[in-house]
């Protein structure tokens, strides 16, 4: 990813008249985030939750073939201070808390691979449909980090044991159908055309349902998270540690040229 790619990438947000919001991220490097996409994410769904006229949101991205491909390496490996390093995966953390603390139910439509953040991404959602093309990895430590940021959100959806084993076999893609096994999907199509009909079928029930419900049901869901705005911050410390490391830059070097 050149530094023209770094500021390519964008969020829409569209509002049908039943109250349905469907928020897509594009980047035409397979659904990457750069910062400036991670920023506009977070600050989307926030104002989202705010916004009356809005009863339920999917989450989607752009395209075919990847539901989101993580972090962009390039800038990744052009990271040279601490800061830099924490603020650029911070990105992922206020995407995760933005998505948990909205008070609006987020249905998360996968369509293809999730990497990384996407992974993280299909996590944080509040009910997440895939298709059978949607496999997923961690990839992090394959490239000299770990997956710090992402891990909780992981973790509360499929258990440590699932989570650590797509943590340490981070060159492993893990199936569609491993991921409903493990409670990340709550159910996969064989085609695009059938995940956007139960997307939009289970949106449109939500749409109708009490607000105030569903409102106090997501607090509920999500009890035991009020210390994620520091525990987040803390992992991508320590993420943007890493970053810096000669092992890591020359590791993500490697990752690359494959």
Not at 3 to 16: H, L, P, R
Not at 17 to 27: C, K, P, V, W, Y
Not at 40 to 52: H, S, Y
Request: net charge negative; charged share 25%; glycine share 8%.
């Amino acid at each position: 990813m050149t530094d023209k790619a770094i500021q390519q990438g964008d969020v829409t947000i569209d509002v049908n008249e039943q109250g349905i919001a469907t928020i897509e991220f594009f980047h035409p490097l397979s659904n990457s985030l750069p910062g400036k996409v991670l920023a506009k994410l977070a600050d989307t769904i926030t104002q989202a939750g705010k916004d009356e006229s809005i009863k339920v949101i999917i989450l989607k991205s752009a395209g075919e073939r990847a539901f989101c491909a993580g972090a962009s390496f390039d800038e990744l490996i052009s990271i040279n201070d601490f800061e830099t390093g924490k603020q650029f995966f911070s990105g992922f953390a206020n995407v995760i808390n933005a998505a948990r603390k909205c008070p609006k139910f987020i249905i998360g439509r996968v369509q293809g691979k999730a990497v990384g953040g996407g992974v993280g991404m299909a996590s944080a959602v509040d009910y997440c449909l895939a298709t059978k093309y949607a496999s997923v990895k961690l990839s992090e430590l394959a490239v000299g980090i770990g997956p710090f940021v992402v891990g909780p959100a992981v973790e509360r959806k499929v258990g440590t044991s699932a989570m650590s084993m797509m943590a340490i076999n981070a060159t492993e893609w893990y199936s569609a159908e491993w991921a409903k096994e493990k409670g990340l999907y709550a159910d996969v199509f064989d085609s695009i055309e059938e995940l956007d009909a139960a997307v939009m079928e289970l949106a449109q029930k939500l749409a109708k349902s009490n607000p105030e419900a569903m409102m106090m049901l997501k607090k509920v869901f999500w009890e035991g998270t009020e210390h994620w705005d520091e525990l987040l911050a803390e992992r991508a410390a320590m993420s943007g540690k890493l970053v810096l490391s000669d092992f890591t830059k020359e590791f993500i070097q490697q990752f690359k040229k494959k």
